[in-house]
């Protein structure tokens, strides 16, 4: 089934705020906002990877450690 691009955004960020949620330490009930995407917001609450959206690795909560102090130092880099 084809999803529009719009529709693909918006199911993209309800996975990414039921993830924050999460983090957050909020209880899962799926805010009235997101009622229309609520599956994706559920799945991004409890940590279940959301359909086709590949092998993407998550974000380190420690990313800024991560990066190499010298390369980004260097303006224009």
Do not use: C
Request: aromatic share 10%; net charge negative.
């Amino acid at each position: 089934m084809a999803v529009a691009k719009k529709d693909q955004e918006r199911i993209g960020y309800a996975w990414m705020y039921g993830t924050q949620a999460r983090k957050d330490g909020k209880e899962r009930a799926v805010p009235e906002y997101w009622n229309e995407h609520a599956e994706a917001w559920l799945q991004g609450f409890d940590g279940v990877p959301l359909a086709g959206a590949g092998t993407s690795k998550p974000v380190s909560d420690q990313l800024q450690a991560e990066f190499d102090e010298e390369a980004l130092s260097k303006p224009g880099t």
